[in-house]
């Protein structure tokens, strides 16, 4: 079993930085994915950053360049580093580690105001 707890959501204004955190237990396999989904109000939700057992990162067209996403192997623990944000920024972020299946952690709201 595994569980995922996220932290570090708010609220920011816009040109703001959030930083969020997502830290696994339970069986957790050094070659797996994790990462960021986002879900606003009315949308699906969407890939936001990933990162693989290797480092290997993959964004979303409308972060790059804003976001980096890391991993501490050591700790289990995928990190989400916000920058320039902008109020389309703004919805539910939700941790992801794929390892056999998916796991989702709870999500962590992140507003951005104009």
């Known amino acids: 079993q595994v569980q995922l707890v996220e932290s570090g959501g708010g609220l920011v204004q816009a040109g703001g930085s959030l930083r969020l955190s997502c830290a696994a237990s339970?069986?957790?396999?050094?070659?797996?994915?994790m990462g960021w989904y986002r879900q606003a109000p009315g949308k699906q939700r969407e890939l936001v950053a990933t990162?693989?057992?290797?480092?290997?990162?993959v964004y979303a067209d409308s972060v790059k360049g804003r976001f980096t996403v890391a991993r501490d192997y050591a700790k289990n623990t995928v990190l989400l580093q916000m920058n320039r944000l902008k109020p389309e920024d703004t919805a539910v972020y939700y941790c992801?580690?794929?390892?056999?299946?998916?796991?989702w952690g709870q999500g962590t709201q992140v507003t951005v105001s104009s």
């Open positions: 992801h580690l794929k390892q056999r299946q998916d796991w």
């Open positions: 339970g069986s957790i396999f050094s070659f797996n994915v």
């Open positions: 990162i693989s057992g290797g480092g290997y990162t």
